[in-house]
């Protein structure tokens, strides 16, 4: 039962545009969400967060959506740079539980020239 | 400031052997967490030590197991290794406070059972 799912296993996006990551939840119990980037042989680094109290959140050319009725967040890039190519993922966990993360299964962004 | 430092980076082993890992958090962190990635299943939480407690658990068997010492380095034990247990483990620190601290990983153990 994945309680965090990312749908779209890769994208690709041309440099300069907008980077649409998508991830759904289906335990209503998780109240923070987390975006994590992962480059191949190195851990995930974290991007950006969100409380379930907030639907936006913003961090430069990262802003993370919480759509709470629908239980879905997105993470979006602008503008996107080659950089930005790796493995996403999406996280959530329950209040009190910070360092218990269910992790989605991540999705690849390509950002190309 | 150093990260999460993981010892091994790769590690071979065949089956029925055991294996150790071994973390050092990021100093001043008290929280570690285990997780196991594989192609299939992604990131999974094996179990969390927060000030030498096992804090919190995932649903991975007995096999898998883990300790916390007092100065928060961690280490992960799997016995009677199975191939299935071919994966990438993540160790992940944090502050470990009743906040919301990110958690901060290291670059993994690759362990490969033949």
């Known amino acids: 039962d994945q309680q965090v799912k990312q749908n779209s296993p890769s994208l690709s996006v041309q440099e300069g545009r907008i980077s649409i990551l998508n991830c759904d939840y289906t335990?209503?119990?998780?109240?923070?969400f987390l975006w994590y980037k992962k480059y191949p042989a190195e851990g995930p680094t974290f991007l950006i967060s969100?409380?379930?109290?907030?639907d936006k959140n913003e961090d430069g050319r990262f802003t993370v959506f919480l759509n709470k009725s629908a239980k879905h967040l997105s993470l979006h890039i602008v503008p996107s740079q080659p950089g930005d190519s790796a493995v996403y993922f999406c996280a959530a966990y329950e209040t009190g539980t910070a360092s218990k993360l269910t992790f989605g299964t991540g999705t690849r962004l390509q950002v190309t020239l | 400031k150093a990260g999460v430092t993981q010892t091994p980076r790769y590690l071979i082993k065949t089956r029925g052997q055991q294996v150790t890992l071994s973390c050092s958090p990021i100093s001043g962190h008290r929280s570690v967490s285990w997780y196991q990635q594989t192609p299939g299943q992604g990131l999974q939480f094996l179990f969390e030590y927060f000030s030498e407690t096992q804090r919190n658990k995932g649903n991975f068997p007995g096999r898998f197991s883990g300790r916390q010492f007092s100065n928060s380095r961690s280490e992960m034990n799997v016995s009677t290794l199975e191939l299935g247990d071919s994966a990438l483990y993540l160790c992940a620190s944090s502050l470990g406070g009743s906040g919301s601290s990110p958690q901060h990983f290291g670059d993994g153990t690759r362990l490969s059972i033949l």
């Open positions: 335990n209503s119990m998780f109240d923070y």
């Open positions: 969100i409380s379930s109290i907030k």
